[in-house]
């Protein structure tokens, strides 16, 4: 088994964290020895990215809104290095984690348009005790931010419940988490979208599976979170 580590300056924007994302080799390779890897890749951006590089993959029309509207270049950033990492490494499967579903099906999407060969599996979102997904960004919250963090969770929670249950508007949908949200002083909303999991356009009505999708600001930390829910069967 092989696992990359590889912060990639491509997909930060101007003025993001790129500079004090959390960085822990030692702690990586640690957990990766004990999790049963083989082999672990840690290249440097100067490997990665050549001078003059000047080539990018971009996927069109699932990268235009989410996460995109307020990080601009973040998916060709991020496209563009796993398909390298994918022709260095040549991986028969790579995992990527649900918390964060645009990037997971836009590579899926990716894998698929350019017949690279890799099956993209994604894994579950793993989850503090509270329910907040693990990020290396949590480290930036306050003891005030963590408190009211996993509100989050709880949010896209009650809106499986309602989709399973058998609401289908999801602007409904997006009111009711928009207003669970609230309730915590420090959370400022990024977005909230109900989207296909096919194409992850935002639907007019949920009749088949969804994501239910959020983004926030917990002072200077920006936490993502979301469900997969299909509609309650006729």
């Given at each position: 088994?092989?696992?990359?580590?590889?912060?990639?300056?491509?997909?930060?924007?101007?003025?993001?964290?790129?500079?004090?994302?959390?960085?822990?080799?030692?702690?990586?390779?640690?957990?990766?020895?004990?999790?049963?890897?083989?082999?672990?890749?840690?290249?440097?951006?100067?490997?990665?990215?050549?001078?003059?590089?000047?080539?990018?993959?971009?996927?069109?029309?699932?990268?235009?809104?989410?996460?995109?509207?307020?990080?601009?270049?973040?998916?060709?950033?991020?496209?563009?290095?796993?398909?390298?990492?994918?022709?260095?490494?040549?991986?028969?499967?790579?995992?990527?984690?649900?918390?964060?579903?645009?990037?997971?099906?836009?590579?899926?999407?990716?894998?698929?348009?350019?017949d690279l060969g890799t099956d993209v599996v994604v894994?579950?979102?793993?989850?503090?005790?509270?329910?907040?997904?693990?990020?290396?960004?949590?480290?930036?919250?306050s003891p005030e931010e963590r408190g009211q963090a996993?509100?989050?969770?709880?949010a896209l929670l009650e809106a499986e419940a309602a989709?399973?249950?058998?609401?289908?508007?999801?602007?409904?949908?997006?009111?009711?988490?928009?207003?669970?949200?609230?309730?915590?002083?420090?959370?400022?909303?990024?977005?909230?979208?109900?989207?296909?999991?096919?194409?992850?356009?935002?639907?007019?009505?949920?009749?088949?599976?969804?994501?239910?999708?959020?983004?926030?600001?917990?002072?200077?930390?920006?936490?993502?979170?979301?469900?997969?829910?299909?509609?309650?069967?006729?």
């Amino acid at each position: 088994m092989l696992m990359s580590i590889f912060v990639n300056p491509t997909q930060f924007a101007p003025g993001e964290d790129l500079e004090r994302y959390p960085r822990d080799l030692q702690r990586d390779l640690a957990e990766a020895t004990a999790a049963g890897v083989d082999i672990v890749f840690h290249p440097a951006a100067e490997e990665m990215y050549a001078p003059g590089h000047s080539t990018w993959v971009d996927v069109e029309g699932m990268t235009d809104h989410m996460c995109a509207a307020s990080r601009p270049g973040h998916f060709r950033g991020v496209c563009t290095v796993v398909t390298k990492l994918f022709g260095i490494c040549t991986p028969d499967r790579a995992y990527f984690g649900q918390k964060d579903a645009q990037q997971a099906f836009v590579i899926r999407r990716m894998v698929r348009d350019l017949d690279l060969g890799t099956d993209v599996v994604v894994c579950p979102t793993v989850r503090e005790a509270d329910g907040l997904a693990m990020s290396s960004r949590n480290v930036f919250l306050s003891p005030e931010e963590r408190g009211q963090a996993p509100v989050l969770r709880r949010a896209l929670l009650e809106a499986e419940a309602a989709v399973a249950a058998g609401m289908v508007d999801p602007k409904t949908v997006v009111a009711a988490i928009r207003t669970r949200l609230a309730e915590a002083a420090l959370v400022s909303v990024d977005y909230v979208e109900v989207v296909s999991t096919d194409d992850l356009r935002p639907v007019e009505k949920i009749t088949s599976e969804v994501l239910v999708a959020a983004a926030v600001w917990m002072g200077a930390t920006r936490l993502i979170d979301n469900v997969v829910v299909a509609p309650a069967a006729p």
